[in-house]
């Protein structure tokens, strides 16, 4: 409940519901409604021309809050940061999946595919489908996406670098100050037919990689902070950023081996071993078993490292392949160990369930433009295993929802 006068909300740890916005907890009874009348505006936090935000205490015969000239209200909002929140908020449980990592590591690239790719994998072979739960909320992912598959151009398949004040934020008050959020990109997730499974969400970020590089204060920028609340991690690894891995590839055609090394990546993994411990209050022995999907991006430049060993399909005829995910597993992680092993003790330092995949947004190399950027061919887009990651991480949050298993062996597990 907001003290009287400062309209600021206490955090509430124990809260039974995470704001996506804000990562704050807050009991659902807190939760807030925004007035629908026109001359309701004036919010002490957001300013003079946001709607009013409310604690509904009158309500209608269909149990819709009223505001105070009583007027039905279906939109909620979070009683911390007081963003509006899609409908479906209360009524299913809502998962993140934080995609973390440095500046250029691909993370746009890898969301603008992966939110093609997995909505198409899930219904074609899982009966699993993927619903916009905030069409209006997700139209940056979706305008990336459509600016880069519907490119004919190389130069019209440039998607811009993130950065703090641009469409992927949101200013919005937190804990007394105003702080660059991301964007939630929200979608529903709908089981198929006669499954124990049931419907749920899930939200992404694209952050600027500078969000987690360390130096960054947490608590003046918290834009990072959904990894303390996030069901599943990505980790997007990029070997242009490893003086190792680029030692290994120096024969590629990439024009990205022009660029110069930051060779970080092993402290933005303390990093956040660090900011999610001092977040979650933990102690330093006690182990946070969040799924962890480690990926190795830009694969198209080193899968040759691999000597012919094969990453193979994980997905035969509706079953996630557990036994060639581990497969896969162990090839990429050997990899990682024989050329940057501070990497992979840094990661399994994170979580006790990590798991190691390669993926390629582009599945080629990029072409470098007059105006020096580095872009995908779009006739030559062919996305390698992107969506391959989050299903596993799906197959760790909610087990119900796909069928995983060994189609080798004999009994493939619900
Ligand atoms: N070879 C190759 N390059 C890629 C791939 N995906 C992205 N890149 C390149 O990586 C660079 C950075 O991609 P972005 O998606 O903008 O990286 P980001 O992580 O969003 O970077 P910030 O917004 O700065 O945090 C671009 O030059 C892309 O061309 C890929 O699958 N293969
Ligand atoms: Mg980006």
Not at 154 to 170: C, H, S
Not at 321 to 332: K, P
């Amino acid at each position: 409940m907001p003290p009287p006068g400062t309209g600021i909300s206490k955090a509430n740890l124990e809260g039974t519901q995470t704001c996506p916005v804000c990562w704050l907890r807050f009991d659902t009874g807190d939760i807030m409604h925004i007035a629908m009348h026109d001359s309701l505006r004036g919010d002490p936090l957001l300013g003079i021309d946001a709607q009013q935000r409310f604690l509904a205490t009158r309500f209608d015969n269909a149990g819709q809050a009223l505001d105070a000239m009583g007027i039905p209200s279906s939109e909620i909002a979070c009683p911390h940061c007081r963003r509006k929140l899609p409908r479906s908020f209360l009524g299913i449980p809502h998962h993140i999946i934080s995609l973390v990592g440095d500046q250029s590591a691909g993370k746009s690239y890898f969301l603008s595919v992966l939110t093609k790719m997995l909505p198409a994998t899930l219904y074609s072979d899982f009966g699993v489908t993927w619903l916009e739960s905030d069409p209006t909320g997700n139209a940056p992912v979706n305008d990336m996406r459509k600016a880069l598959f519907g490119a004919i151009r190389p130069e019209e398949a440039k998607l811009a670098k993130t950065v703090f004040e641009g469409a992927m934020y949101e200013k919005l008050p937190r804990q007394g100050r105003m702080v660059a959020l991301p964007r939630p990109f929200i979608y529903t997730i709908i089981p198929r037919r006669n499954t124990p499974a049931k419907q749920c969400a899930l939200i992404f970020y694209d952050n600027a990689g500078e969000h987690f590089q360390p130096g960054v204060d947490i608590h003046e920028q918290p834009g990072a902070q959904h990894v303390a609340s996030a069901s599943g991690i990505i980790y997007l690894f990029d070997p242009f950023n490893s003086p190792e891995f680029r030692r290994a590839i120096s024969n590629t055609k990439d024009p990205q081996l022009e660029k110069p090394v930051v060779d970080q990546q092993d402290t933005i993994l303390a990093e956040m071993r660090v900011r999610i411990h001092a977040i979650r209050n933990l102690r330093p022995h006690e182990v946070f078993s969040t799924p962890i999907a480690f990926v190795v991006g830009k694969c198209d430049a080193w899968l040759p490292l691999l000597n012919g060993q094969p990453i193979t399909q994980p997905i035969h005829t509706g079953i996630l392949d557990q036994g060639a995910i581990d497969r896969n597993s162990t090839i990429v992680r050997e990899l990682m160990h024989r050329l940057c092993p501070s990497v992979v003790a840094n990661a399994t330092a994170l979580s006790t369930n990590v798991m190691f995949f390669a993926a390629s947004s582009f599945g080629h190399t990029p072409v470098k433009t007059s105006r020096g950027d580095y872009v995908p061919d779009p006739s030559q887009l062919k996305p390698f295993h992107v969506e391959v990651p989050t299903l596993w991480l799906l197959s760790q949050i909610y087990p119900p929802l796909l069928p995983s298993g060994n189609p080798a062996g004999s009994n493939p597990s619900l």
